[in-house]
């Protein structure tokens, strides 16, 4: 399986590589007549990637129809709610791209986690292949935060990581939010995994990350991309500054 590390000057290159690679799998899906399972994060990182998308000429480009939403995270909150995964990605994205709704699975945030996280994985039972017993999403774009979590996995809880559940429940460290989130086995599951990581808050971590230093295991994002998985980090020259 591959494992590529790209660095680029700004940010918005980093975005570009992953809008790309997005194209790239659509196109091919959509020429074979098979549809495009990608899971993506919240955050700020993404949404730069999704505000590419949705230029002309990406959105005229893919084939939308062939493209099917689904969420690593989401926090819960209404979809309205300034800091819903959901909200973000419609206001960048969806409501400008040719999206069918039947191609949009969102995490509800609005309802009960525990009802949530079993209906939610009892829906990827339903709408996505299985491989040793997990989901296996064509691609899932992920981010990391400066504590080295990805997803909602939190470095708190590394149980996540090895979960036999699909999709669990996480809580945020600092404020206590409760969040729906993919797990660990399921990450590691998809056939690309997308690592967009842009910012100088980033490098210390990430830079751990990939030397494999001892210290990296009690970070989440160090456990995400193993031989299973095609994996792409795609950084901006802040992040990987000590790389
Ligand atoms: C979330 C995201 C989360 C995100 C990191 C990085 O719901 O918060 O899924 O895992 O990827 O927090 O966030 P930034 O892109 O904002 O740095």
């Known amino acids: 399986m591959k494992r590529e590390i790209l660095i680029y000057n700004q940010a918005l290159l980093a975005a570009k590589a992953a809008a790309d690679l997005i194209l790239e799998k659509a196109l091919i899906k959509n020429n074979t007549s098979s549809k495009l399972n990608i899971a993506v994060s919240g955050g700020s990182t993404p949404k730069q990637l999704f505000q590419l998308l949705s230029d002309e000429d990406y959105r005229n480009q893919i084939p ?141 971590v990430l830079t751990s990350i990939m030397q494999n230093s001892p210290e990296a295991q009690q970070y989440p994002a160090a456990h995400i991309g193993t031989n299973l998985s095609n994996t792409y980090f795609y950084l901006d020259k802040e992040a990987a500054k000590f790389l």
């Open 64 to 204: 939308w129809h062939s493209v099917r939403f689904f969420w690593v995270d989401e926090r819960c909150v209404e979809p309205t709610h300034p800091e819903s995964n959901f909200g973000m990605t419609y206001d960048a994205l969806l409501q400008f791209a040719f999206v069918p709704s039947a191609n949009i699975f969102r995490m509800k945030g609005e309802d009960i986690p525990e009802n949530e996280a079993e209906r939610y994985a009892a829906l990827l039972r339903k709408e996505v292949p299985f491989r040793n017993g997990f989901p296996v999403f064509d691609i899932i774009l992920l981010g990391m935060g400066d504590d080295g979590h990805t997803a909602s996995i939190f470095p708190d809880n590394l149980a996540l990581l090895r979960s036999h559940k699909a999709v669990d429940i996480a809580t945020h460290p600092i404020n206590g939010q409760k969040r729906i989130t993919l797990t660990g086995n399921t990450l590691n599951n998809a056939e690309h995994i997308v690592f967009l990581i842009t910012g100088s808050n980033k490098a210390n």
